[in-house]
């Protein structure tokens, strides 16, 4: 039984080759794929195919020939588009912030994302009970957390500079009764708001793509009223150091968006000085994943890696 469509069928030069020395057809992989079959995938992938089947992720197979080649077979999200090929012909693409998040759009939302999974639990926590009627959510994206906090009845403007991350926000808040107020702008921007309109300011797995931070930590001041709250999460940065880079791919490639190194010490040193109290910080470290999220040998080896940083300050 065909568990999902595959949309347009891309077969790589290197792949076709392979299949035809081993006698193997395009044909007969993908009708493996398509019938949940995905061959050599480790059990960790395998369960990820089993919740992408539901949530409308990427699927993955892996299919070792009797040469010993590995061929992958993925398909995208949406089910409009599969890639045949080995791993050698794998592209990876540099592109900016506005780009990325231009084609990231559309699947964002869908699967599991293990930063944002490990990042709103802390969160939720964190901000339980803060005081907020008036709200900023500054690199807003798809709306995550402005959708969350109107729900609890705060009065929410999003900004993005993405218009096409900026239209999937929208229509959940349309689909919701919500009633959000989105601005398509960048920090860059003059933004178009009064000092100290604001109680309460999220800016949530933005700050590592942003080159000025002091420039970012003194407009959330200056919009945020005395003692108001600041909520910053971020790619932690012992994982840039590490080496690790915001990605996300499509069958056959693999997008690189630009990340800036810089410490810990340097975001709360910022906060501080331009006129901030830091309230709590948390590191989130990979081992703080759900049970079976990646491979067991990721977790031996760099478990102990900070993977998400979340600070919570307050206007002095």
């Not at 006129?275 to 994943?289: K, Y």
Request: charged residues 25%.
């Amino acid at each position: 039984m065909e568990l999902f469509e595959l949309g347009n069928v891309e077969i790589l030069s290197e792949a076709a080759a392979a299949l035809k020395a081993n006698n193997v057809t395009a044909t007969a992989l993908l009708s493996r794929h398509q019938q949940g079959d995905w061959g050599d995938m480790d059990e960790v992938e395998q369960r990820n195919n089993e919740a992408a089947l539901q949530d409308e992720s990427q699927l993955y197979s892996l299919y070792i020939l009797k040469d010993g080649t590995e061929v992958l077979v993925e398909t995208a999200g949406d089910r409009t588009f599969t890639s045949i090929y080995i791993e050698e012909e794998h592209i990876y693409y540099e592109v900016d912030t506005l780009e990325g998040y231009a084609i990231w759009a559309a699947s964002y939302d869908k699967g599991r994302n293990p930063l944002i999974e490990m990042e709103e639990a802390v969160v939720e926590e964190l901000i339980e009970g803060l005081p907020m009627s008036s709200v900023l959510d500054m690199g807003a994206g798809t709306g995550r957390y402005a959708l969350k906090l109107a729900r609890r009845g705060a009065v929410v403007t999003a900004v993005d500079h993405s218009p096409e991350m900026l239209a999937v926000a929208q229509q959940a808040a349309r689909s919701e009764g919500l009633n959000i107020d989105f601005r398509l702008a960048s920090l860059a921007d003059d933004l178009p708001f009064e000092a100290g309109q604001f109680d309460f300011l999220v800016c949530a797995l933005m700050l590592s793509h942003i080159p000025d931070l002091a420039l970012a930590a003194q407009k959330f001041h200056h919009l945020l009223q005395a003692d108001g709250y600041l909520l910053l999460t971020a790619f932690h940065p012992d994982s840039i150091e590490h080496g690790w880079r915001t990605i996300f791919d499509r069958p056959g490639r693999t997008y690189c968006l630009p990340n800036v190194s810089r410490t810990r010490t340097e975001y709360l040193e910022t906060l501080t000085v331009t006129g901030f109290t830091v309230l709590n910080v948390i590191d989130v470290s990979l081992s703080d994943a759900p049970a079976g999220f990646f491979p067991e040998d990721i977790m031996e080896t760099t478990g102990d890696v900070n993977f998400c940083l979340i600070i919570l300050a307050q206007k002095r």
